[in-house]
């Protein structure tokens, strides 16, 4: 499988946090950016963004960043794999991310642009030792209090119960990743049952993988839904994401804490102007609403299995291989 790559300036180190999106998500992905440089302001990593069909453009204004854009042109590598309408076939490429890169970096850290980072030591993070593993990931939600539960994928394809991750953020070993296979396995995996796939490259990792991956602990991807959000403000994790399709920039309905939707939107009419301003919502979830009161119960009758998945983390660097 041949990649391109055209970079906007030559590697600086051998480890970089890259992020792969369009113009669409570019102000959330270059604020996360932000955050994490503000978080690790004496790093060791790139920070990147990568895309293929789709190019993107920095403002000026954002040029103290030093984020390296990576045009990588996989061609027709993901040809006859299936795609959610309106998506184009870059909603894949964070799998060929270590094989078009594997000559500039030893690690690679993956990240949803959806993502709202609080803190953390994210070169401490890439230095984790994964042992053979070809990444390391945060269990998907729908494992956080049923640590057995069957994902939807696994029985549409006949396979057994395994730990599941979330895709979002990623950190990769890119010569396990290489040494294993894993893109050409996903590529013919994704290919082979098109028909029966559920969204694109997540249940692909995770049905090649089928458990073989290292666990991070939540903090460094805590999927925020309304199961969780109260657990959230209390433990305070690095990094928040905004799983589904409810966004704070598109909170028509105050689901989310005005806390987030005024940081974007400042962020975007300061360096993005012509990108659309985030949604106002007509309210705030209100106190004493339904939706209100099934969150606290939600909270209530899960808390001790939630206490017993963090509890697995004594650290936040903590890493079960």
């Keep these: 499988m041949t990649i391109k790559v ?70 027709t590598m993901f040809e006859g794999l299936r795609l959610d309408a309106g998506k184009s076939h870059d909603v894949y490429l964070r799998l060929a991310l270590p094989q078009a890169l594997r000559e500039e970096y030893d690690r690679i850290l993956y ?56 895709a979002g953020i990623l950190l990769m070993d890119v010569h396990n990743y290489m040494a294993s296979n894993l893109l050409e396995k996903c590529v013919d995996l994704g290919r082979k049952e098109a028909s029966r796939m559920i969204r694109h490259d997540q249940n692909l990792y995770n049905s090649v993988l089928q458990g073989n991956w290292a666990e991070l602990s939540p903090f460094w991807n805590w999927q925020y839904s309304w199961a969780a959000r109260f657990f959230c403000d209390v433990q305070g994790p690095h990094v928040i994401h905004f799983i589904g399709n409810s966004k704070p920039w598109k909170d028509t309905d105050g689901q989310f804490p005005p806390r987030f939707r005024l940081h974007y939107s400042r962020f975007i009419r300061a360096h993005f102007p012509d990108h659309p301003d985030c949604h106002i919502p007509h309210s705030q979830l209100p106190p004493d609403g339904v939706r209100m009161r099934k969150m606290l119960i939600k909270h209530l009758l899960s808390s001790k299995a939630i206490g017993r998945y963090l509890g697995r983390f004594p650290t936040d660097l903590t890493v079960i291989k």
């Design 111 to 166: 990240m949803d642009a959806d993502i709202y980072v609080q803190s953390g030591d994210f070169s401490a993070l890439m230095d984790c030792d994964l042992g053979p593993r070809p990444l390391a990931a945060v269990r998907d939600n729908i494992q956080w209090r049923t640590p057995t539960r069957r994902a939807m994928q696994f029985k549409r394809l006949g396979l057994p119960s395994a730990p599941y991750f979330n």
């Design 6 to 75: 055209n970079a906007s300036r030559p590697a600086a180190h051998r480890k970089a946090i890259i992020f792969c999106c369009d113009t669409g998500y570019l102000p959330y992905a270059s604020l996360a950016a932000e955050q994490i440089l503000q978080s690790t302001p004496r790093h060791d990593f790139d920070i990147c963004i990568a895309f293929n069909e789709r190019p993107v453009r920095l403002p000026e204004s954002l040029s103290h960043l030093n984020i390296r854009l990576l045009k990588v042109d996989i061609g």
